[in-house]
């Protein structure tokens, strides 16, 4: 390393340590707002996956009628109604799930609410055809045309329920979006007045250091790493509180939720790199803005 860089290096920590405190603040800030923001990716990358998963799953329900709302099905009805399906050039697969089978999966999936499933009759829940399409965007087509058969008393698409769901997950991730954001620009402006301080405390050595010929770059770029540095190490406390805790949680919502995929330590490892550009990135630009004027001569 030559002479020149071993100085600028040299300035860089020292700065750091001089301003100690400011330091620290500018690395919480930057830890804080970076931690968002990944968690926000990770969610985006969480919502990814759950999609292309349900999606392949997804299933359009024909619920069957039992004499309550509408005239019960009889087996010669039911039996057609089938037939009619497995023709259909669009179903990949039909499942027919009686009223035990029904209310077997409905104690399956609220084992942990014992009041709820006590609370819910068997008779109340009906018989059903379950289908699964080659093209989940094709429900229209079983829609229209099974609608009006004789003992089909309604017809759900599950895209509905999934589509309630990735609205509810994108308006949290837009959420934390706009969080990381405004929190990113407080940790630039904190950035820039820590770097316009450093540079006013040596404002007589960069005096003297134009005097003798020193370009403003050369006279720059110790307090640019200054603020880098601070930035980097914000970067990497949040990536680390992110590998830390993220896997953790997944893992515990994988065993508690068997349904859905979730992301592990591979997909935090993988945003480490975005976190650490976006810190260098952002230290950087404040550093050179907070110095733009203050340097010039």
């Known amino acids: 390393m030559s002479a020149r ?5 040299q300035e860089a920590l020292i700065g750091l340590r001089r301003n100690l405190m400011m330091t620290v603040a500018v690395i919480l800030s930057v ?20 999609t292309d998963d349900w999606v392949g799953k997804v299933e359009v329900s024909i619920f069957l ?14 039996q057609q ?21 029904a209310y077997a999966r409905f104690r399956e999936l609220f084992r ?11 008779d109340v829940l009906p018989a059903s055809f379950r289908v699964r399409l080659e093209n989940p965007q ?16 309604e017809i759900v698409d599950q895209r509905q329920v999934l589509d309630q769901f990735l609205r509810f997950t994108n ?16 940790a630039g402006v904190l950035i820039a007045n820590t770097i316009r301080v450093a540079a006013f405390a040596r404002r007589e050595q960069t005096s003297v250091m134009k005097l003798v010929g020193a370009s403003n770059w050369y006279i720059r770029l110790p307090f640019v790493l200054e603020g880098v540095f601070a930035g980097m190490i914000g970067a990497f406390v949040s990536w680390g509180l992110l590998y830390a805790s993220v896997p953790r949680v997944a893992g515990q919502l994988s065993r508690d939720i068997e349904l859905m995929p979730f992301i592990g330590a591979t997909e935090v490892i993988a945003v480490g790199p975005w976190l650490l550009a976006a810190g260098a990135g952002i230290a950087a630009f404040s550093s050179v803005v907070a110095l733009r004027r203050f340097l010039d001569v």
């Open 5 to 9: 860089w071993r100085y600028i290096l």
């Open 31 to 50: 830890t804080v707002s970076l931690t968002l923001l990944g968690a926000s990716l990770l969610l985006s990358e969480q919502v990814e996956l759950a």
């Open 65 to 78: 009628c039992d004499g309550r709302t509408c005239p019960e099905i009889t087996p010669e009805q039911q």
């Open 81 to 101: 109604l089938r037939e009619d399906l497995e023709a259909q050039p669009v179903v990949a697969e039909v499942f027919f799930e009686s009223k035990e089978d």
């Open 112 to 122: 942990d609410q014992p009041n709820l499933v006590e609370s819910v009759d068997p």
């Open 138 to 153: 094709l429900f229209n087509v079983i829609a229209e045309q099974f609608e009006a058969y004789p003992g089909v008393e």
């Open 171 to 186: 308006v949290i991730r837009n959420a934390a979006l706009i969080v990381a954001a405004i929190q990113l620009i407080a």
